[in-house]
């Protein structure tokens, strides 16, 4: 089975804070990504990344960085939180061939 | 619990009864198709796909039908039981970018004893 991992699922911070959360898929993905879910919103790209050192420009980038320097692990990074970052996170990942994407457990991310 | 998206659609359904969920795709020539169940608190769980040169796809409990003519997709669950109250999404594979999937808002699932 495939196992996505997120590092938190509860996340609490100030407003100006930095923030990184890490996922780690164990399937020997190439493509990993990254979510926000809003209600009333659904699920919008953030950031993925084909491979190693490799990232694209989601949705809405605007506000996030990513790192990937190792195939199983996928950072997402708020360098200065806001409270309209104030969401749900999610990691997915898949192979290349593979349309199906496996998501981790989520972190929801409050910024006070 | 926490709420993946306020005011959505629900569907409340009797233990033991069927349950369908539908859902209505953007793109015409979208290929493939993937429904995902969504607990209070977890990330989206991948259930069933299917692609479009496909009518329907059967798996343990669950079939999916998907009708071009009309862009609708189907989830349809046999048997329902308390386990399946979740958010159901449907998603896309658009043909101008095979690495996007589109989502749909989610179905709410209530199963009642």
């Known amino acids: 089975d495939v196992k996505v991992t997120q590092s938190s699922r509860y996340l609490v911070k100030r407003t100006g804070e930095k923030v990184f959360l890490e996922c780690v898929q164990d399937m020997d993905h190439e493509n990993m990504f990254w979510y926000r879910q809003d209600p009333g919103l659904g699920l919008r790209l953030i950031y993925f990344s084909y491979d190693v050192k490799m990232k694209e420009k989601g949705d809405i980038p605007e506000g996030y960085s990513v790192s990937r320097e190792k195939k199983e692990r996928f950072s997402l990074i708020l360098e200065s939180t806001s409270t309209n970052q104030t969401s749900m996170y999610l990691c997915?990942?898949?192979?290349?061939?593979?349309?199906?994407?496996?998501f981790g457990p989520g972190t929801r991310l409050t910024v006070l | 619990g926490e709420s993946v998206g306020l005011h959505l659609p629900t569907l409340s359904v009797q233990e033991g009864d069927n349950s369908i969920i539908n859902c209505a795709y953007s793109n015409s020539a979208s290929d493939y198709f993937i429904w995902y169940k969504q607990e209070s608190g977890k990330g989206p769980q991948f259930i069933i796909d299917?692609?479009?040169?496909?009518d329907k796809r059967q798996g343990q409990r669950v079939t999916v039908l998907l009708n071009k003519t009309v862009k609708h997709l189907s989830l349809q669950i046999a048997a329902t039981q308390p386990g399946d109250s979740a958010v159901y999404f449907c998603a896309e594979i658009p043909p101008y970018n095979t690495d996007k999937l589109i989502f749909g808002t989610g179905t709410r699932l209530q199963v009642f004893p």
């Open positions: 997915a990942s898949r192979t290349p061939g593979s349309d199906t994407q496996y």
């Open positions: 299917i692609r479009s040169n496909m």
